[in-house]
């Protein structure tokens, strides 16, 4: 049933896009449409502690992303975000971001590369005491860093081309699996996954049984790309308990610099 009615959802996604495209003639607004859209979606899926917005996302290092589309809360977010617009968000209290295009094209791909590089390059600090339900090669990708996808609502460019630049961009840049974009998603058409090593906990066998490794569409692919998405972001977006919240370092950190300029005066 849930997929009949991903597939569904699909279609009326097809015809909110057209509805924006004959309504909006401004670029800038046809995109912001598009966007929540998908975190309207999202939204309906999603448990209520991943709260869905869109904005930047900061580290204790004081590092800020790009603008980012999408950013799923984890439950150890503090509750200080306005989602109705961009907000700031901490990286410990994310758990997976997305970039979303009307029309995917070379230009555009290369652009959400480099956007999701930049959020994968945000520092995370782990605290003593964590409890983790993973497994190393997902700790690594997910939690360590965290996930970051690409939706589309059309390309003009295929599945296979997008598959050939993502490795292109990511041997250019000499990128570890752990700071290459993780998934791609194109509505009502094919999805990519980055299966990493293939020990993470979703993962494809080849015609030989051994898990596959890398940039693959997922088994039996089919084009209903939202049901795609919400399986991959069950197997990546972690599960795990803090001692302490994670904003406590964040207040500490601006105490102790208000303190520091004080000293100074």
């Known amino acids: 049933m849930l997929k009949e009615r991903l597939a569904l959802l699909e279609k009326q996604?097809?015809?909110?896009?057209?509805?924006?495209?004959?309504?909006?003639?401004h670029s800038g607004i046809?995109?912001?449409s598009t966007e929540e859209a998908l975190r309207e979606f999202l939204r309906q899926f999603l448990p209520p502690y991943n709260r869905v917005g869109e904005g930047e996302v900061v580290d204790q290092n004081s590092q800020i992303s790009r603008q980012i589309d999408v950013i799923i809360t984890n439950e150890h977010h503090p509750f200080i975000n306005d989602f109705s617009k961009p907000s700031t968000f901490i990286?410990?209290?994310?758990?997976?971001?997305?970039e979303v295009k009307s029309i995917l094209t070379g230009i555009e791909l290369e652009r959400s590369l480099e956007n999701s590089l930049c959020f994968k390059r945000l520092s995370i600090k782990s605290q003593a005491g964590t409890?983790?339900?993973?497994?190393?090669?997902?700790?690594?990708?997910f939690l360590d860093k965290r996930p970051s996808f690409l939706f589309a609502f059309e390309s003009r460019i295929s599945i296979s081309t997008i598959k050939d630049r993502i490795e292109k961009w990511n041997r250019d840049h000499n990128l570890p699996i752990t700071e290459q974009?993780?998934?791609?998603?194109?509505?009502s058409d094919k999805s990519l996954i980055n299966f990493g090593e293939g020990k993470g906990a979703l993962q494809?066998?080849?015609?030989?049984?051994?898990?596959?490794?890398?940039?693959n569409q997922p088994a039996g692919n089919s084009a209903n790309?939202?049901?795609?998405l919400l399986?991959?972001?069950?197997?990546?977006?972690?599960?795990?308990?803090?001692p302490l919240a994670p904003i406590l370092s964040y207040l500490i950190r601006d105490a102790s610099v208000i303190r520091s300029e004080l000293l100074k005066n």
Not at 18 to 25: A, G, V, Y
Request: proline fraction near 1%.
């Open 231 to 242: 399986a991959w972001l069950s197997a990546s977006i972690q599960r795990f308990t803090l």
């Open 30 to 32: 046809k995109g912001a």
């Open 13 to 25: 996604m097809e015809l909110r896009l057209q509805e924006i495209r004959l309504s909006q003639k």
């Open 225 to 228: 790309s939202l049901y795609y």
């Open 131 to 141: 409890m983790i339900h993973s497994n190393p090669e997902d700790i690594s990708r």
């Open 91 to 98: 990286i410990e209290g994310v758990a997976a971001v997305g």
């Open 181 to 187: 974009i993780d998934a791609i998603f194109i509505l």
């Open 204 to 215: 494809i066998l080849d015609t030989q049984g051994k898990s596959v490794c890398g940039y």
